[in-house]
């Protein structure tokens, strides 16, 4: 089965300094890759998607990431922060299942808080 | 105006009592699930339905029911079974082939 790690619990960066949030799935074969975002008492909201094709994906908002197959790692990154980009962050895996199948389910990671500081 | 309505937005219980979550949307997907967040520990799926009339349990399904009788709408019924059903309760709908989902504002049951 797939599973999700996002390494940092809480992280904080100061306003207009760059941000990389982690992400690491387990899965044998391609996975489809997502980040998304939460404020909080809100639901998610989906930033970026990796499916196929080039590994380095824009998304709303002026983030991006990059999928690595090698580190099975898909990594959130911002080049300047703003105070709004604070929330909770959340990196998703899908896959098939057993019977090679798609269902449609994600395994979420356990989530990155975001904290920007003035 | 496109997207997942889930109603209410607070909703308050005592304990014993069964109470059901409104899920409804416009999306024209086939597919719905319902989660459960919890602090610190991301989103659990309760169920999925990818058509409609039918459904299965996800990971934590225990002390939970759906229906799916209409495309648009998945309600959740968290029952008196459920040992711990205080949460954050969240509704998706999404593409099976493609794994996207569409994520509702959520409804937080507080049960006492």
């Known amino acids: 089965a797939q599973s999700v790690t996002q390494p940092d619990i809480h992280i904080t960066v100061s306003e207009g300094a760059s941000l990389e949030l982690r992400c690491n799935y387990s899965?044998?074969?391609?996975?489809?890759l997502f980040w998304y975002v939460q404020s909080p008492g809100q639901g998610l909201q989906l930033l970026l998607k990796?499916?196929?094709?080039?590994?380095l994906v824009q998304g709303i908002k002026g983030f991006e990431a990059e999928f690595k197959r090698s580190q099975s790692s898909f990594n959130l990154r911002k080049p300047s922060v703003h105070w709004s980009d604070a929330a909770e962050y959340f990196c998703?895996?899908?896959?098939?299942?057993?019977?090679?199948?798609?269902?449609?389910?994600?395994?979420f990671g356990q989530g990155t808080i975001l904290t920007v500081h003035p | 105006d496109g997207g997942i309505t889930q109603s209410p937005k607070y909703l308050f219980r005592k304990e014993g009592q069964n109470v059901t979550l409104s899920c409804e949307q416009n999306?024209?997907?086939?597919?719905m699930y319902w989660y459960r967040q919890d602090p610190g520990q991301g989103l659990r799926l309760i169920y999925y339905?990818?058509?409609?009339?039918?459904?299965q349990k996800g990971d934590i399904a225990e002390g939970y029911s759906v229906s799916r009788e209409k495309k648009e709408s998945f309600p959740l019924t968290v029952t008196s079974a459920q040992k711990n059903p205080t949460a954050f309760y969240l509704c998706?709908?999404?593409?099976?082939?493609?794994?996207?989902?569409?994520f509702g504002p959520g409804t937080r049951l507080t049960v006492t």
């Open positions: 998703a895996v899908g896959a098939a299942n057993a019977g090679g199948t798609s269902y449609g389910k994600l395994t």
């Open positions: 899965y044998g074969a391609t996975p489809y």
């Open positions: 339905s990818q058509i409609v009339n039918d459904f």
């Open positions: 998706a709908a999404g593409r099976d082939e493609t794994h996207e989902q569409y």
């Open positions: 990796y499916f196929s094709g080039d590994t």
């Open positions: 999306l024209n997907h086939d597919a």
